[in-house]
T-cell receptor, first 114, second 116 residues
């Protein structure tokens, strides 16, 4: 039962343009959301997060938007750079005693074209 | 630098031959996790240690075991690997206090296991 879904397995974008990655979730108990970035042959590294009490969090070129009513979040990368080419995972954490467990989506592979 | 280190990076094992993957951390985090990631799929949590307490996921096969001899080290043992166990195995850590965590999980580089 996949509770976090990334329906776009891949995204190609021109350098300098905006990359928009989408993530949907089904569990209303999720209260904290994270994005991870993964290069080939490396482990995922934390990128940005958002609490369910917010609808936007920004960190430099990266902005995450949360729409709780739609159970949807998105990651915007502006402007996209070649070094942003990687796999991006959406993850979510539940409220409650086991809130330190993360559920992941399958990832979106981003390719930034020069 | 403080980090999560997994060894080996690549492991090839024969069908049915026991294999052990290791993970060490210098972050002094109290929670350690093992995830299995198959090609183009989401990382799947196998189990985790909260301090010394072992927490198994309901759907983790009995073939998979784990040991945590101390805070810094955690091992994943696959007793009789099958071809379907070919995957990337990711170790992660986080700091949890009083059952709550505000911090992200830190991942190692992973061990790519191939069962032949």
């Amino acid at each position: 039962d996949q509770q976090v879904k990334q329906n776009s397995p891949s995204l190609s974008v021109q350098e300098g343009r905006i990359s928009i990655l989408n993530c949907d979730y089904t569990n209303s108990m999720f209260d904290y959301f994270l994005w991870y970035k993964k290069y080939p042959a490396e482990g995922p590294t934390f990128l940005i997060s958002i609490s369910s009490i917010k609808d936007k969090n920004e960190d430099g070129r990266f902005t995450v938007f949360l729409n709780k009513s739609a159970k949807h979040l998105s990651l915007h990368i502006v402007p996209s750079q070649p070094g942003d080419s990687a796999v991006y995972f959406c993850a979510a954490r539940t409220r409650g005693p086991n809130d330190y467990k993360l559920s992941f989506g399958a990832g979106t592979t981003v390719t930034v074209r020069a | 630098d403080a980090m999560v280190i997994q060894n080996p990076r690549y492991q090839v094992t024969q069908f049915g031959k026991p294999v052990t993957l290791s993970c060490s951390q210098t972050l002094n985090h109290n929670v350690m996790y093992w995830y299995q990631q198959k090609s183009s799929q989401a990382p799947k949590l196998l189990f985790h240690y909260y301090d010394k307490d072992f927490n198994n996921e309901a759907d983790t096969p009995d073939n998979f075991q784990s040991r945590r001899p101390n805070t810094s080290f955690c091992f994943l043992d696959i007793r009789s690997p099958g071809l379907g166990d070919t995957a990337m195995y990711l170790c992660a850590t986080s700091r949890v206090r009083w059952g709550r965590s505000n911090a992200e999980a830190f991942f190692g580089q992973g061990t790519r296991l191939t069962v032949v």
